[in-house]
């Protein structure tokens, strides 16, 4: 693949992405953490974890579960990630595009995609992934921007003013994407945090 500029702007925020996004990061984890359910038995992996705020959390508040994955495109953001969970046998780390990413099918509990959707070249591509790596009866929680109302103008700017890949879409887009891909939608929010529009979605593979 060529240059890509996503995983290198992601490269060098890595350093102070937790303190400039704080507020951000806790409002949408507080929406997933709201929904997530995990099992002692379960294995989890966040496709494009970032430095690991949910990994962290997990952690700290003894939330039960057998394995976590977090896989990312960006070394330096996985660094951060690595260094906050520290040393924790349940945890791997791996640096796979969402889009094709090196797992057994039929193999995760539930897949976690926070804040990122907008950063994928081949959205469906990703959804297809998900789909596949999912157990059936899996759970699929997918967060992020929706591209509504004023938000198309923020949109519009942040697009223009960063060299990451900024591919944002509707909520309704993005549910038709999951259904045209066999997921059954059980949860579907939408609300607004600062200047951002925001979804939420819990989508299951059929068991
Ligand atoms: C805004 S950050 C969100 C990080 C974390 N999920 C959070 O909510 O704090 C977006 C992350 O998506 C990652 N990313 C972008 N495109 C990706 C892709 N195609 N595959 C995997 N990760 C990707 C970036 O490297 C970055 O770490």
């Given at each position: 693949m060529n240059r890509d500029y996503t995983a290198e702007?992601?490269?060098?925020?890595?350093?102070?992405?937790?303190?400039?996004?704080?507020?951000?990061?806790?409002?949408?984890?507080?929406?997933?953490?709201?929904?997530?359910?995990?099992?002692?038995?379960?294995?989890?992996?966040?496709?494009?974890?970032?430095?690991?705020?949910?990994?962290?959390?997990?952690?700290?508040?003894?939330?039960?579960?057998?394995?976590?994955?977090?896989n990312d495109i960006s070394s330096e953001m996985l660094d951060k990630a690595q260094e906050k969970v520290g040393p924790d046998g349940r945890y791997g780390y791996t640096e796979y595009r969402a889009e094709q990413m090196g797992f057994e099918s039929n193999s995760f509990d539930q897949v976690i995609s926070m804040n990122a959707f907008h950063n994928y070249l081949d959205q469906g591509a990703v959804i297809r992934e998900v789909y596949r790596v999912l157990k059936p009866g899996g759970m699929f929680y997918l967060l992020d921007w929706n591209k509504t109302g004023l938000f198309r103008v923020v949109n519009y700017w942040i697009d223009k003013l960063t060299s990451e890949t900024i591919q944002t879409i509707s909520v309704d887009e993005v549910e038709e994407l999951l259904r045209s891909y066999h997921f059954n939608i059980k949860h579907k929010e939408t609300w607004h945090y600062r200047y951002w529009n925001l979804f939420f979605i819990c989508a299951t593979k059929p068991a």
């Open positions: 702007s992601y490269d060098a925020l890595a350093s102070e992405y937790d303190m400039r996004w704080k507020g951000y990061i806790e409002n949408t984890h507080q929406k997933l953490l709201g929904r997530l359910e995990t099992r002692p038995s379960d294995r989890l992996l966040d496709i494009s974890a970032g430095t690991g705020y949910l990994a962290k959390y997990l952690q700290q508040h003894e939330w039960e579960f057998d394995e976590f994955v977090l």
